[in-house]
């Protein structure tokens, strides 16, 4: 990652309403002198950061001044696995169980002196617990801790955790949350599957859970509680038969998880290999996001609605057999099957992309657009082959999409505009029938190409065109007056029927390939 720094020789002014940095480090020039504070001045004592979609802020405050100028940079390594240890703290406590993921402090630049307070928010974790378990640890010890423990504060599932009197040189550590307690706490246990079998098998002595990963450790004899992280161990396939939950999942590669029951994500589902997830009844669904990564081949014969994002990656598939949602960002840079059933991306503010792999997504059905504006990513090249139904929104294009059928619109506030750069290949009607739409094609450069193997009726744009193809056997036909201000291109033996109305602007006519 990269890093932001935020000063230079002199302190800058932190000015936060909302947003997170994530993914990189960020760097803070401290002057001597003067009090570190996160929540009063300059706030040079805020650090902002977390990942995506959590908010893990690092708060520094000064109870005595530093002595010399310098830097401070903290990143978070975001990982939502803990481990099980045995030690005891700089304070006398017994820590059972500490989190993964961390937050790293450092020092550079010449910054030395003072002593200072350390708020860390760790969010994401689970709801069970009390916080009063919870302390801030460091990663290297022993002595495990540096400074004094302070009251940890906020909420079980997101913990502000708090260390007091700590030096300069206490601030060069990467920070974790460690609990005294490994059966009552928010730091989530791992379930790994031990054998094929039945989610809520627990027989003692052979259930098909264990707390050792490897795919055959010791029985459990228990089964995944709502909060906590199950593994499909590799050749294993376990099947849910009555409503279960969890935070997370993840199936690895040669693993099937199915099943005929309601089943809830809390979290995550991910994909490994060929890992898969193949439900042949019930509704899933995900609270959070959804990643296919491998060769597997996933389906759902139930409903399977997705809160996040649902991300299907090179070389995977989704097959879906009911009406389902996603309510996040579309990404297919596999292949997505629809059958005859809608899959409804009704996020606002939500973005469609794919650009690897087969980047298709195919049925006779619908891939229904509503209820807040979508963005189509200028990286994406993506075919779709169902109906594009957009329903009173705005969709805004600024990649190369294929649309081999109908773009319908329902009338209203339902629109499509492409953007500079972008190209829109379509074989059907295009926001004509059925309420229509409007569609926006005057950015310098962008192409709609009406490229059916049949007959195809043009659009008229609420202003003009800018390069305007016609393609493919077949005639189209001008239901009003057009403009192209870039060019018209009529090939591959298409037929361009003006039924009357005017083709103009100063762009150029190329007909070409026996085209009429």
């Avoid at 991300?311 to 097959?319: D, E, M």
């Amino acid at each position: 990652g990269r890093t932001l720094q935020l000063g230079n020789g002199s302190e800058a002014n932190l000015t936060r309403t909302t947003g997170t940095l994530f993914g990189g480090t960020f760097m803070r020039y401290i002057a001597s002198g003067s009090g570190v504070s996160s929540s009063a001045g300059s706030f040079d004592g805020l650090f902002p950061i977390g990942t995506e979609t959590d908010y893990r802020p690092v708060m520094i405050n000064s109870s005595s001044n530093p002595t010399g100028s310098g830097y401070i940079s903290v990143s978070h390594t975001n990982l939502s696995s803990v481990s099980d240890v045995a030690y005891t703290d700089n304070n006398g406590d017994a820590i059972q169980r500490v989190t993964d993921m961390k937050t790293t402090l450092t020092t550079s630049g010449g910054f030395a002196g003072g002593t200072y307070n350390l708020d860390v928010k760790f969010s994401g974790l689970s709801a069970v617990g009390n916080t009063a378990d919870l302390k801030m640890e460091t990663v290297v010890g022993p002595p495990f801790g540096v400074g004094a423990h302070a009251a940890t504060t906020a909420s079980v599932d997101a913990p502000t955790v708090s260390r007091t009197g700590l030096s300069d040189t206490d601030l060069n550590n990467s920070f974790v949350v460690g609990s005294k307690n490994t059966t009552n706490t928010p730091l989530r246990r791992y379930y790994y599957s031990r054998k094929s079998g039945n989610w809520n098998d627990a027989t003692v002595g052979n259930s098909t859970w264990s707390f050792e990963s490897g795919g055959s450790g010791t029985s459990c004899n228990c089964t995944p509680a709502a909060d906590d992280y199950v593994v499909i161990s590799t050749g294993h396939t376990v099947t849910i038969t009555a409503v279960a939950s969890a935070d997370y999942v993840e199936i690895m590669t040669g693993a099937t998880l199915t099943g005929t029951a309601n089943f809830t994500v809390n979290k995550d589902i991910s994909t490994n290999g060929s890992g898969k997830f193949t439900p042949t009844a019930g509704t899933w669904t995900v609270s959070r996001n959804v990643t296919l990564v491998g060769t597997g081949a996933s389906s759902s014969t139930g409903a399977f609605n997705v809160t996040g994002d649902l991300n299907i990656g090179a070389g995977t598939s989704l097959t879906l057999g009911t009406n389902s949602t996603v309510s996040s960002d579309l990404v297919v840079d596999g292949t997505l099957n629809l059958g005859a059933i809608n899959l409804t991306l009704n996020g606002a503010g939500k973005n469609i992309s794919g650009s690897a792999g087969a980047s298709a997504i195919n049925g006779t059905g619908s891939l229904i657009i509503n209820t807040g504006a979508k963005t189509i990513l200028a990286s994406t090249i993506l075919t779709v082959n169902t109906i594009f139904a957009i329903q009173g929104v705005l969709v805004t294009n600024y990649g190369t999409i294929t649309v081999n059928n109908n773009i319908t619109g329902n009338g209203g506030a339902s629109a499509w505009t492409n953007a500079s750069n972008s190209i829109v290949n379509v074989t059907g009607s295009f926001l004509i029938g059925g309420g229509g739409g409007t569609l926006t094609a005057s950015a310098i450069p962008n192409t709609v190409n009406y490229c059916g193997a049949g007959a195809q009726t043009l659009k008229a744009p609420s202003a003009n065109y800018y390069y305007l193809k016609i393609s493919n056997a077949g005639t189209k036909t001008m239901n009003a007056s057009i403009t192209v201000n870039g060019s018209c291109t009529i090939q591959n033996n298409a037929t361009l029927e003006d039924n009357g109305n005017l083709l103009q602007g100063p762009g150029d006519l190329i007909m070409t390939d026996n085209s009429n």
